[in-house]
């Protein structure tokens, strides 16, 4: 085992929550399989790691496993679902630490253009007049804590009314449990109706005060403008450099996974050094 010595590498507590969600090794299955070479804490290290510093996979440290090894596994849990599924998991957890019900009921709704590198395709980047970029949008939403439900990536001339379609949609399948959607002005309009005839969702605008001057926060879109914000700390987000939508949507999502385990993590009473972690901590992941 390598020694661990980047600020993006996991601590002992928070290794005991990502590694129980992680998908049985193919070697311990029923068909069987290769035993892995490398072990899967350093993989999860080198995906936090380049998503942290934004480095390119092939610039990756020689103390971390090859780069196409942990590539290749970053892919391959996308394609499954995984990612997704431990950002759930991890995200009840700390809504229940919270007081909260580990389901949420009402969220926030925005997008984020930002700009494309020459690695992406024509077919999935565009020009967002209003912004003046030429690239991606993410269109991210979450609960009244900012804590992350569902992403997903377009061009960045797909509208956002067009874009919620597809995006509420996906949340409605994901999480039917929730009844209400906070959203700017640019979602009002035909989206509301159509989305309280299909979708049985309350989507709420939030508009800005005509007589407001300069910078105002405003009631329910701040939560996810600090989650965008949050998502930007992670310099891999800064550009959108992946080929594909679902690998850039993936790495977004190991930047909101990263956040919560060093929250739940840094809860009193877990111990976050790099000793063993307690073991109820473990029976609780």
Not at 40 to 48: F, G, L, P, Q, S
Request: charged fraction near 30%; glycine fraction near 6%; hydrophobic fraction near 40%.
């Amino acid at each position: 085992m390598r020694q661990r010595r980047y600020p993006s590498d996991t601590t002992d507590a928070e290794w005991a929550l990502i590694e129980p969600l992680l998908p049985v090794p193919a070697c311990e299955t029923e068909t069987g399989g290769a035993p892995e070479k490398h072990p899967r804490r350093e993989i999860v290290d080198a995906i936090r790691y380049v998503v942290d510093t934004g480095c390119k996979w092939r610039a990756l440290p020689a103390d971390y496993p090859p780069w196409r090894t942990v590539w290749g596994f970053m892919a391959r849990w996308t394609a499954a679902g995984v990612v997704g599924q431990i950002r759930d998991h991890l995200r009840g957890r700390i809504r229940r630490d919270m007081g909260k019900g580990p389901r949420a009921v009402a969220t926030v709704i925005d997008s984020q253009s930002v700009k494309a590198a020459e690695t992406v395709g024509k077919d999935s980047r565009g020009y967002d007049a209003a912004k003046r970029i030429n690239g991606r949008k993410r269109h991210l939403v979450v609960d009244t804590r900012g804590l992350p439900l569902l992403v997903m990536v377009t061009p960045a001339d797909m509208t956002d009314r067009d874009a919620a379609k597809e995006v509420l949609f996906r949340l409605r399948l994901m999480h039917p449990e929730i009844t209400i959607v906070w959203a700017d002005s640019a979602y009002a309009g035909q989206l509301v109706d159509w989305s309280k005839k299909y979708l049985r969702l309350t989507v709420k605008t939030v508009s800005r005060s005509k007589d407001a001057t300069g910078f105002v926060v405003l009631p329910r879109r701040w939560v996810v403008e600090r989650s965008l914000s949050w998502i930007m700390q992670a310099r891999r987000h800064a550009r959108d450099y992946e080929r594909l939508v679902q690998h850039s949507e993936a790495l977004i999502t190991w930047a909101a996974i990263t956040l919560i385990t060093r929250r739940i993590s840094r809860s009193p009473g877990i111990r976050t050094e790099r000793g063993t972690a307690p073991n109820d901590l473990v029976q609780a992941a």
